[in-house]
């Protein structure tokens, strides 16, 4: 059993999202430049470029940053700020990548299925990747809030626990 109040969770989920949100933006200025100061204009991408340049330059590196924060730190910003702490049966970086890769499994999903939508004009295939994304989000986000232990697919493969500071 874990006592942690829904507030609490929806505190952490809100500055996470924000800190993600701000990322996001720095990004869009960083790659605004690239684009209109070094290419003169936007580019043609095929599918797969576009798909490794949102993974890599948004996925992989929110992915690794929440990683390093909840191994080093003992949670993501949102969680301290929450007052909560993610605690580990064996408290190994593999174990925080592995939480973190399940957890934001289902915005790549989001990424893939609607990027090949972009290039595929919304086929059977992109419209049952980006619903796979939104189910696995969904499933995560009432395990967290809802479970009597309140740890999602991703605690539970990796071992660890969210819990009140």
């Known amino acids: 059993m874990n006592n942690i109040p829904i507030k609490n969770r929806l505190i952490e989920l809100l500055v996470d999202y924000l800190f993600i949100i701000s990322y996001l933006v720095m990004l869009l200025i960083v790659n605004l430049g690239i684009i209109f100061f070094i290419f003169k204009g936007i580019p043609k991408y095929t599918e797969i470029q576009a798909q490794l ?78 619903n796979s994304g939104t189910f696995l989000g969904l499933v995560l986000l009432f395990m967290g809030l809802f479970r009597k232990d309140k740890r999602h697919l991703g605690d539970l493969i990796a071992g660890t626990k969210v819990e009140l500071q």
């Open 53 to 130: 340049i949102a993974t890599l330059t948004s996925v992989i590196p929110i992915i690794f940053i929440f990683s390093y924060l909840d191994y080093f730190k003992k949670g993501s910003i949102g969680k301290r700020v929450s007052g909560l702490k993610l605690t580990y049966t064996n408290h190994r970086f593999r174990s925080s990548l592995l939480r973190n890769s399940i957890k934001f499994l289902p915005w790549q999903l989001g990424h893939v299925g609607v990027i090949h939508g972009v290039y595929s004009d919304f086929d059977m295939t992109a419209i049952i990747i980006v």
